[in-house]
């Protein structure tokens, strides 16, 4: 158990819906990162936020968005949603901002049908 | 840019057998941390280790060493005595050192372990 928690952990949706993923960072951690794993693509990074500021960007859609509230946890909305954006969504968090290990939670898998 | 390079697609071993993991990685930078990160059936990922440029010590815990070598741009990693529960997907990952975001993972390597 990395510490990283993540709701819901399965999430069956339909085209053009919208949905709110969660996470909950390791106690301590600043740090928070959302990535994208689907068979064609593989992991990719989206986006990282460190004590409620974006950091980082990747190859995140702009029907896609993040943020992190003040008690650290964050949320990544997906909207108007594609058969294509059904994945495998990991939350990470870490200590420090950059460079750190980055400690996994246990992922939401969404289905779009 | 960076690039994290996993040749092995799937690797089929029979439980007790050494099974050793490629990886390299391209980079312009000088300084950077490497991982490696274990995804096993259940789907969640778990780091197992990071090791920085500076040190090209090789490091062993467990079953688990791995070698890293700047020369060749590898962070090979063996898994000695294989058991069945090491039947995951296995990943690579870079990140320049000071860099804020993201880990550039490799395609990862199937690792399948039979009794």
């Known amino acids: 158990d990395s510490g990283v928690t993540q709701t819901p952990k399965h999430l069956i949706t339909a085209t053009g819906q919208r949905v709110t993923l969660r996470c909950s960072p390791r106690?301590?951690?600043?740090?928070v990162y959302w990535y994208q794993q689907s068979l064609d693509q593989g992991l990719q990074f989206l986006i990282q936020?460190?004590?409620?500021?974006?950091?980082a960007k990747g190859n995140i859609l702009e029907r896609f968005s993040a943020q992190q509230f003040p008690d650290l946890h964050s949320e990544l909305n997906l909207s108007s949603l594609e058969l294509g954006d059904s994945a495998l969504y990991f939350c990470?968090?870490?200590?420090?901002?950059?460079?750190?290990?980055?400690?996994f939670g246990p992922g939401t898998r969404l289905t779009v049908l | 840019a960076q690039k994290v390079t996993q040749a092995q697609t799937e690797i089929s071993v029979v439980e007790k057998e050494d099974v050793t993991l490629d990886c390299v990685y391209e980079?312009?930078?000088?300084?950077?941390?490497l991982f490696w990160y274990k995804q096993p059936p259940s789907g969640e990922l778990v780091f197992l280790i990071r090791?920085?440029?500076?040190?090209?010590q090789n490091e062993i815990s467990g079953r688990y060493s791995w070698n890293f070598q700047k020369s060749t741009s590898s962070f090979n990693f063996t898994i000695t005595a294989s058991q069945v529960v090491d039947s995951a997907v296995y990943f690579c990952?870079?990140?320049?050192?000071?860099?804020?975001?993201?880990?550039?993972f490799g395609a990862g390597t199937q690792v399948v372990v039979t009794p």
């Open positions: 980079t312009r930078d000088t300084t950077y941390y």
């Open positions: 936020y460190y004590n409620g500021e974006e950091r």
């Open positions: 106690s301590g951690d600043l740090s």
């Open positions: 990470a968090s870490s200590t420090r901002g950059t460079g750190a290990e980055q400690f």
């Open positions: 990952a870079l990140i320049p050192f000071d860099s804020w975001g993201k880990l550039q």
């Open positions: 090791r920085n440029s500076f040190d090209e």
